[in-house]
């Protein structure tokens, strides 16, 4: 079971941390954020099957997933008297996401790569505008702390706890590839298989078929299902005037 959740910079969601239950209803007003929050999630189950950089050239890019407002809510903007306007990205800027699970927790960020020389002088990448990977931890219990961090990547630079110090396990990896699926070994680094198997068990269901071969148009026995409900009772769009 996930027990918290946490996104930052993605889309509208510019700094959430969500304790979740066994069971958790998001609910309110349209464009509050709650696709977006699911989106979030979904960006992060990615990780472990290696698609996370393609899953966000697939959204349009990081410039365009990342949140477009500004870095800080002056005092003006929280009373309704300062248009919320967004500021110039810093160089920088992260979008992070993470995860408090049952054993392990886990958190990657992301960036767009460094500069590359000036115009002119060097030809810069033809992957200038993909992100990168910049940092990944996992660690035991619900608060990161470095004193409870058992992997720690930094760029291409992979270490691993071994009792009170670290040990470099890859010095090599790549910018667009995540630890999920890149270190492979339950036996040096359990913790990374840990992780992969936790996300990689996690199942979306958010698409309904609706071809002629689809189940919900076969006769079925009828049941009755109080999650579908809840969702329809709590939907916070307005009926339509004619109705
Ligand atoms: N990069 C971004 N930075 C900041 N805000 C963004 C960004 N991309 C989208 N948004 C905002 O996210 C909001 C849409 O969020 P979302 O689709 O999650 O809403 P929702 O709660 O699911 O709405 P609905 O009830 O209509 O489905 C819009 O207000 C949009 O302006
Ligand atoms: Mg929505």
Same mark, same amino acid.
Do not use: I
């Given at each position: 079971m996930i027990k918290a959740f946490a996104v930052s910079n993605y889309r509208s969601l510019k700094n959430v941390v969500s304790p979740l239950a066994r069971l958790n209803v998001v609910t309110g007003p349209n464009g509050c954020g709650k696709s977006n929050l699911y989106k979030s999630l979904r960006l992060l189950?990615?990780?472990?099957k290696g698609n996370l950089i393609s899953s966000i050239a697939q959204e349009g890019g990081l410039d365009y997933t990342f949140w477009a407002? #500004?870095?800080? *809510?002056?005092k003006g903007m929280r009373e309704g008297s300062a248009p919320v306007q967004g500021s110039a990205k810093k160089q920088n800027a =992260?979008? =992070?996401?993470?995860f408090v699970g049952e054993d392990f &927790?886990?958190?990657? &960020?992301?960036?767009? !790569?460094?500069p590359q020389g000036f115009a002119g002088y060097q030809d810069p990448s033809m992957f200038q505008f993909d992100p990168e990977i910049k940092r990944e931890c996992i660690?035991?219990?619900?608060?990161? =702390?470095p004193s409870n961090c058992l992997i720690d990547r930094v760029g291409p630079v992979v270490k691993v706890r071994s009792g009170q110090k670290w040990a470099v396990y890859n010095t090599h990896l790549n910018s667009y590839e995540s630890i999920l699926n890149e270190i492979s070994d339950p036996v040096?680094? #359990?913790e990374v298989h840990a992780v992969r198997q936790t996300i990689r068990n996690w199942r979306f269901y958010d698409? *309904?078929?609706?071809?002629?071969? &689809?189940i919900i148009r076969t006769p079925q026995i009828g049941t009755l299902r109080y999650l579908l409900l809840v969702a329809a009772l709590l939907? #916070? =769009? !307005?009926? !339509?005037?004619?109705y």
């Open positions: 189950a990615e990780t472990a407002g #500004p870095d800080n *809510f002056t =992260r979008l =992070r996401l993470g &927790s886990y958190a990657v &960020s992301l960036g767009m !790569p460094a660690w035991v219990g619900d608060v990161y =702390r040096a680094v #359990p698409q *309904f078929r609706t071809d002629t071969d &689809s939907t #916070p =769009r !307005p009926l !339509p005037c004619w």
